[in-house]
Structures are given as structure tokens and as C-alpha cells.
């Protein structure tokens, strides 16, 4: 592979950060999070993280100035020269069509499970507060409650995980981000991918809809 620009596509939920850590490990290309980026402005207390906090616990988005910035310097790091993975950007119309001034993507993986699913992936998730790593209490919870296996750190829920906020985040999803879907479908780069399964399972589907091997 010369060169790979990915976008993983989805709900609140479905398993892209797992599926953009999976791809960047295989392939060598960093992942980028606008959600992880901007949660480190949040812990650092910066202006950004400040007008950050208060939109993602109301369970809506970051403004597009706000996250199109943001893209745009990540993208131009060395480490892009060989591709990415995009977590969570583009998510409205606007974005998207700044992207597209900004650089060519590749191909936009769309993955969708059902909303049970959704709601039981979410509230069992735990983050590192040091490195970030995820894990889930039921589907591969953590050696040492409350510890990651990963960097010792210590396991926390995000704020926005919970019922009420990801009820709304799924509603901001359906308004803003799935009107995408037919966005890249229009423009022949859209490979839809059943998200339900083991993680391991999806990886596979995501490289075979890619045509890659696993
Ligand atoms: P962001 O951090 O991007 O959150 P999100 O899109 O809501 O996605 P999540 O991180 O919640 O879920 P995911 O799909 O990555 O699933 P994961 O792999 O973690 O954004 C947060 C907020 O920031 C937004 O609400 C918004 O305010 C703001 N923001 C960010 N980007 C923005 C933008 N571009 N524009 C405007 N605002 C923006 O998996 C979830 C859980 O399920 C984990 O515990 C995982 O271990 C588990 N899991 C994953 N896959 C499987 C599987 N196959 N089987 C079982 N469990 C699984």
C-alpha cells in the first residue's frame, strides 16, 4: 500500500475509534480523533477546551470553524504523508466540502449496528485518563478493575457516556452527520460495513469491503 486516506463513518458508539486503532496499527498511518483532540484541550483547561466542554456534555457538536481548523493543521504533520485515518471528522456537509479543498480522500467506511447495542457499547466503556486506550466493562474488560492493562492508568466514564447524552448525540448523529452517507455515496467512495460482531470480526469486513487481506 503507497498511501492510504481513510474516513470511518458512523454513530456515536459504533466502534470507530476501535476500528481507526486497528487500521493505524496494520497499516502505519496515524489515526485522527477530533473527539480525542478535543477532549485534550479540555484537560488542559485551554479557550478551545473550555467552549468544548460545555457543547459535548449538551451532547452536540464542536462548531465546523472550530473542527475544520483543527484538521487542517493535523493534516499537514509529517506523519500524514502516507495516509490517515479519520475518527469522527468529517461529520456535516460543511465539513466534508472543507475536506475535500483540503485533500482527496480515499474511501469513507460507514459502519451502523442497532441502537441497543449502541446504548450497551457505550455505557460499558471505560478510557484511560493517561493514555486514552478504551476498554469495555463486558466485552474485553480491564485485567485490574478500574486499571488499564495497557499503561496502569486509571479508568474513567466520559461525561458524554451516559443515557440522557448519548440519547441526544444519536439525535445530532440522524440530523447533522447522516446526511453523509448519500454525500459519499454520490461520490462512488462510500463502503457501508456491518458494524455488529467481535472487533476482530469487523476489522476483517472493513479490510475485505478495502480489498485488503486480513
Ligand atoms: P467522539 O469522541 O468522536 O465521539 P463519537 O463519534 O460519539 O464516537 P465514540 O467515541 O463515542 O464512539 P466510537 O464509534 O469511536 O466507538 P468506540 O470504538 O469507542 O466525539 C465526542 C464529541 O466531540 C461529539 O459529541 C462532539 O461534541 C465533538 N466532536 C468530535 N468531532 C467533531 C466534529 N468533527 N465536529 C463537531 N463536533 C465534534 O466503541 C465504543 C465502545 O464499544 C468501547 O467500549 C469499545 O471497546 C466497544 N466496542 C467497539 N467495537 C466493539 C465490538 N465490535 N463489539 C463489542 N464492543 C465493541
Do not use: W
Not at 489515526?31 to 483532540?37: F, L, P, S, V, Y
Not at 483547561?45 to 493535523?74: C, Y
Amino acid at each position: 500500500m503507497d498511501r492510504l486516506k481513510l474516513v470511518l463513518l458512523g454513530p456515536p458508539g459504533v466502534g470507530k475509534g476501535t476500528q481507526a486503532a486497528l487500521l493505524s496499527e496494520k497499516f502505519g498511518i496515524p489515526k485522527i480523533a477530533t473527539g480525542d483532540i478535543l477532549r485534550n484541550e479540555i484537560a488542559g483547561d485551554s479557550p478551545l477546551g473550555k467552549i468544548a466542554r460545555q457543547t459535548i456534555g449538551q451532547g452536540k457538536l464542536v462548531s465546523d470553524d472550530i473542527v475544520i481548523e483543527i484538521i487542517k493543521d493535523r493534516l499537514k504533520n509529517k506523519d500524514c504523508e502516507r495516509g490517515f485515518i479519520l475518527d469522527g471528522f468529517p461529520r456535516t456537509v460543511v465539513q466534508a466540502d472543507a475536506l475535500s479543498h483540503i485533500t482527496d480522500i480515499d474511501s469513507v467506511v460507514s459502519m451502523d449496528v442497532d441502537h441497543p447495542e449502541i446504548i450497551h457499547r457505550l455505557e460499558g466503556r471505560r478510557t484511560c485518563s493517561r493514555c486514552q486506550k478504551m476498554c469495555h466493562l463486558e466485552f474485553h474488560p480491564p485485567k485490574k478493575e478500574g486499571m488499564c492493562d495497557d499503561c496502569g492508568g486509571a479508568l474513567f466514564q466520559r461525561k458524554d457516556d451516559h443515557r440522557e447524552t448519548i440519547e441526544k448525540r444519536l439525535l445530532e448523529y440522524d440530523r447533522m452527520t447522516k446526511p453523509l452517507l448519500k454525500y459519499y455515496e454520490d461520490r462512488k467512495k462510500l463502503f457501508p460495513v456491518n458494524g455488529m460482531g467481535s472487533m476482530q470480526e469487523v476489522f476483517s469486513k472493513i479490510l475485505s469491503v478495502l480489498g485488503f487481506s486480513g
